[in-house]
């Protein structure tokens, strides 16, 4: 069968009318092949901008809701994910080019973040605060924030909806979409898989939680809205650079999460054989295209001789092909910039001194229009060239380092600051690590690899990453406006400060 009618097959399955994927101004493509394999509509900004006016009728109903029964349309969300995960993870698989397991564990993603918003439904806790007044009370309280905007990136084309979805929806807000354009199938099958958790819910306004197909043009729309609350943005540092000042400009909120530099410290005491697994997933795996990836490594000098021969000989031998036909573990790039991007970065760091095993391209299946590499491990002299640039494309630059705190200053020596980790077996490498003038990024490890949080956790960096703050922990705040409240029960009208106005 082609993945072209395997591709219309999942989506009929999914529910997505096949009306929607032929003759439209969007050409789909798959990576694992590169053929195209549906042309869909994009919104205009007329539509665009109609379909936030109704999101926002919707969130003023939506606001009224009890949060545990908004809670409810999560828990059908959740179900019909669960009935649905293997048709939308092989979608995903054609769609972004994942291997299969990481298109599973992406919509595995969307299932715990339900899980855990429905609990979060019979909490969004507020604080009593002792206050200076006799017979008051003050407290805070969160209420709905209004239509939230997600736009999201290629490399994961499902989860990161379903993160910002799954919160904004119980905490009361409406929700619009613009997902990728190099990844709208996987969209258009959620919002299938969403239309049937509303049918079940039966009582939602219409518009409550809606996608827009378009390229940066459409989300720009979006971005300019004054009736879209918290834009939440996830992509490259560049984008966030457009769009965090255009949403600043009118007083609208964002999360931005944005691109990803992301180091690992290998100390003398490492667990070698973990650091190398970790370091090949982190490193390789969704071939390199993960915000996450571990990017690169600094290792001490008295186990790099140790270390570094068995990464080359995993890079070596690491399988890569079409996710959909083979066992392979490293799949394709998404498109030809993302494969001119890897060989411009290796080209950059050869002319800095650096020395390449792998970064060839690879025939697969004779596939001239898919993007297949070979992951490359590169040694570099020092922290030089393009290591302080985000290269989407499973590219790991390797450094020599002798003293900790020189490991930890290069570690931090880079714009962004979304992911880092530390191999060490020595307590206090391991606690400085975590300290205040440890790791600057907003997720920090000891022992884990960089990439693959758990939703648990609230996900999201600092600097040029963005600084927002999606998933678990309290990151539900930023889907929310906090108002302080105080109440006087007494019979006097005492000021604070003991300020007096007698009149
Ligand atoms: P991209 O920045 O090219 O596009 C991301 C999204 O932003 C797309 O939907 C695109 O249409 C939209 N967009 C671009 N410019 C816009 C503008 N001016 N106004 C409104 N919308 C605009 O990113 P990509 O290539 O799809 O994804 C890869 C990047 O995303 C990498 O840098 C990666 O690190 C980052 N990323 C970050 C996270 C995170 O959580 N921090 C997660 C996934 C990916």
Redo the contacts with the bound molecule.
């Keep these: 069968m082609s993945v072209k009618t395997q591709t219309k097959d999942l989506l009929a399955k999914l529910g997505v009318d096949a009306a929607a994927l032929e003759g439209g101004d969007l050409a789909v493509r798959t990576p694992t092949t590169g053929e195209t394999i549906a042309n869909v509509k994009t919104a205009s900004a007329s539509e665009i901008s109609a379909q936030i006016d109704k999101a926002h009728d919707a969130f003023k109903a939506w606001r009224k809701v009890p949060a545990p029964r908004r809670g409810e349309l999560v828990r059908l969300l959740g179900e019909e994910l669960r009935a649905h995960k293997d048709d939308l993870g092989t979608l995903v698989s054609i769609e972004a080019g994942k291997i299969p397991s990481e298109g599973l564990g992406e919509v595995q993603e969307m299932i715990d973040i339900c899980d855990f918003a429905v609990g979060l439904s019979r909490q969004l806790y507020g604080l009593t605060i002792a206050t200076e007044r006799a017979e008051h009370r003050m407290m805070e309280t969160w209420h709905p924030l209004g239509v939230v905007g997600i736009?999201?990136?290629?490399?994961?084309p499902v989860a990161?909806w379903s993160w910002n979805a799954a919160l904004a929806l119980v905490c009361g807000n409406a929700t619009i979409w613009?997902?990728?354009?190099?990844t709208p199938l996987t969209a258009m099958a959620c919002q299938a898989i969403m239309d049937k958790a509303l049918a079940k819910f039966g009582d939602s306004p219409e518009g409550l939680a809606t996608i827009f197909i378009?390229?940066?043009e459409g989300?720009?729309v979006?971005?300019d809205h004054q009736k879209v609350a918290l834009v939440s943005?996830?992509?490259?540092?560049?984008?966030g650079r457009?769009?965090g000042p255009?949403v600043a400009k009118r007083f609208g909120r964002t999360i931005l999460?944005?691109?990803?530099n992301n180091a690992g410290i290998v100390c003398p005491s490492a667990d070698l054989g973990m650091a190398v697994r970790a370091i090949a997933f982190g490193a390789m795996g969704t071939a390199g295209?993960?915000?996450?990836s571990t990017r690169r490594l600094f290792v001490h000098e008295s186990v790099y001789d140790k270390l570094v021969p068995q990464l080359k000989k995993a890079y070596e031998g690491v399988s890569i092909g079409n996710p959909l036909t083979s066992g392979a573990l490293v799949g394709p790039l998404?498109d030809k910039d993302a494969a001119d991007n890897m060989e411009k970065a290796l080209a950059a760091a050869k002319a800095a001194g650096g020395s390449i095993v792998g970064g060839e391209r690879v025939d697969v299946e004779g596939n001239e229009d898919a993007y297949y590499y070979r992951p490359a491990i590169v040694e570099m002299p020092e922290q030089s060239g393009p290591m302080f640039e985000?290269t989407?494309a499973p590219i790991l630059y390797v450094v020599k380092y002798s003293d900790f705190d020189d490991a930890i200053d290069m570690q931090n020596a880079v714009g962004a600051g979304?992911s880092s980790m530390v191999f060490t077996l020595n307590v206090r490498e391991a606690e400085q690590f975590l300290s205040a003038s440890g790791s600057d990024c907003g997720i920090a490890n000891v022992n884990i690899g960089t990439s693959g949080a758990e939703i648990g956790g609230a996900?999201?960096?600092e600097k040029e990453?963005?600084g927002g703050r999606?998933s678990g922990s309290d990151a539900w705040k930023a889907y929310m406006r906090r108002a302080t409240n105080t109440v006087n029960y007494g019979t006097e009208l005492p000021l604070a400060q003991g300020v007096s106005f007698d009149i």
């Design positions: 736009i999201s990136a290629f490399n994961f990161v613009k997902p990728s354009e190099k378009a390229e940066r989300g720009e979006m971005v943005a996830t992509g490259s540092t560049r984008m457009e769009v255009r999460e944005l691109g990803g295209q993960r915000c996450t998404i985000e989407f979304l996900f999201g960096g990453t963005g999606e």
